[in-house]
């Protein structure tokens, strides 16, 4: 399956107003885009990895009355679920799409990454190219990049990471909505195995401190 583009109407979506309405474009117009996104980039993520990766496409079945201001496809080891997992990650927001690596707050090793990667800054996130961001919630939209942090800026994510326990740590790159590369699924495809490919020592890592 080859990967697919993104186009304004995509995006526009997220400016649906009422949870059924956006949830029936999210289902018929965005939804098939992010399995068909799954698929082409899982043997590349299978063999960077060196382990199978599944897709997970989000559902947002728990939803009853705000209408979801994002939505995604992630990649873990783990056939039945991602959340409680190291994975990867790509999703849309009105105005950007991102893709990222990603403990969320459901992932029960973050203390011991957070120190192991505290040790290994420079040769990890610090050398990481400078476009890339750090989020520290997967539901919110701002995110700040490495460049800006420093490395002060990134070990103070890092020392929440380990002493919160609802805190996150998400890391890659946000394109804006009209990046002519999100216009070509071939162009973007490339795009985001490169982008994964520079992540792919922070899941390493992760996997060594589960």
């Given at each position: 399956m080859s990967m697919p583009a993104f186009h304004a109407k995509d995006f526009e979506v997220f400016t649906i107003e009422g949870l059924e309405p956006r949830m029936e474009a999210l289902k018929e117009q965005i939804r098939?885009?992010?399995?068909a996104a799954g698929e082409a980039l899982s043997p590349h993520l299978s063999k960077l990895t060196g382990e199978e990766m599944y897709v997970h496409v989000a559902k947002h079945a728990r939803r009853t009355v705000h209408p979801p201001d994002e939505t995604w496809v992630a990649w873990s080891s783990h056939k039945r679920g991602y959340k409680s997992h190291p994975h990867f990650q790509i999703g849309l927001r009105q105005n950007s799409l991102f893709a990222?690596?990603?403990?969320?707050?459901e992932y029960p090793h973050k203390p011991r990454f957070a120190m192991n990667l505290m040790e290994q800054l420079d040769t990890t996130v610090l050398n990481l190219p400078s476009d890339f961001v750090i989020s520290q919630d997967h539901t919110r939209p701002e995110v700040q990049s490495i460049e800006q942090l420093g490395k002060e800026g990134v070990q103070n994510v890092l020392k929440r990471l380990r002493e919160v326990k609802k805190a996150e740590f998400l890391c890659g790159r946000v394109y804006d909505w009209n990046d002519p590369t999100l216009h070509?699924?071939?162009v973007l495809a490339k795009e985001i195995e490169k982008t994964f490919s520079a992540l792919e020592p922070l899941y390493r890592l992760s996997i060594l401190t589960r």
């Amino acid at each position: 399956m080859s990967m697919p583009a993104f186009h304004a109407k995509d995006f526009e979506v997220f400016t649906i107003e009422g949870l059924e309405p956006r949830m029936e474009a999210l289902k018929e117009q965005i939804r098939p885009k992010l399995e068909a996104a799954g698929e082409a980039l899982s043997p590349h993520l299978s063999k960077l990895t060196g382990e199978e990766m599944y897709v997970h496409v989000a559902k947002h079945a728990r939803r009853t009355v705000h209408p979801p201001d994002e939505t995604w496809v992630a990649w873990s080891s783990h056939k039945r679920g991602y959340k409680s997992h190291p994975h990867f990650q790509i999703g849309l927001r009105q105005n950007s799409l991102f893709a990222m690596f990603a403990l969320i707050y459901e992932y029960p090793h973050k203390p011991r990454f957070a120190m192991n990667l505290m040790e290994q800054l420079d040769t990890t996130v610090l050398n990481l190219p400078s476009d890339f961001v750090i989020s520290q919630d997967h539901t919110r939209p701002e995110v700040q990049s490495i460049e800006q942090l420093g490395k002060e800026g990134v070990q103070n994510v890092l020392k929440r990471l380990r002493e919160v326990k609802k805190a996150e740590f998400l890391c890659g790159r946000v394109y804006d909505w009209n990046d002519p590369t999100l216009h070509d699924g071939n162009v973007l495809a490339k795009e985001i195995e490169k982008t994964f490919s520079a992540l792919e020592p922070l899941y390493r890592l992760s996997i060594l401190t589960r």
